[in-house]
Nanobody, 122 residues
Framework: QVQLVESAGGWVQAGGSLRLSCAASGGTFSSYAMGWFRQAPGKERELVAAISWGGFTTYAADSVKGRFTISRDNAKNTVYLQMSSLKPEDTAVYYC???????????????WGQGTQVTVSS
């Protein structure tokens, strides 16, 4: 059974940085895309960033471009989200997800993590 386990999020002041990680297990993840999503209270879940298995294709939401970087370590079946210059509007529950094939911008992913809270204070 596929499991995705995210690292703990946390609280950070605006302008600070935080790195999230997500380890996948219970399957073979070659040719799987990995992504990060977030959901703030009262809002829909949205894509933050996604990356193909080889790392050659990446997507990022316009709101995080230049501030967040997604990467992955296939030997560890782990995806990372490095977040810098954090803003209060980045406050949300962050979820990692995987899907077979190429990354997509929507929520069409096969497996999801449990989510981790990130809070950015002004």
């Amino acid at each position: 059974q596929v499991q995705l386990v995210e690292s703990a999020g946390g609280w950070v002041q605006a302008g600070g940085s935080l790195r999230l990680s997500c380890a996948a297990s219970g399957g073979t993840f070659s040719s799987y895309a990995m992504g990060w999503f977030r959901q703030a209270p009262g809002k829909e879940r949205e894509l933050v960033a996604a990356i193909s298995w080889g790392g050659f294709t990446t997507y990022a939401a316009d709101s995080v471009k230049g501030r967040f970087t997604i990467s992955r370590d296939n030997a560890k079946n782990t995806v990372y989200l490095q977040m810098s210059s954090l803003k209060p509007e980045d406050t949300a529950v962050y979820y990692c997800a995987v899907r077979r094939g190429m990354p997509v911008r929507g929520t069409g992913y096969d497996y999801w993590g449990q989510g981790t809270q990130v809070t950015v204070s002004s």
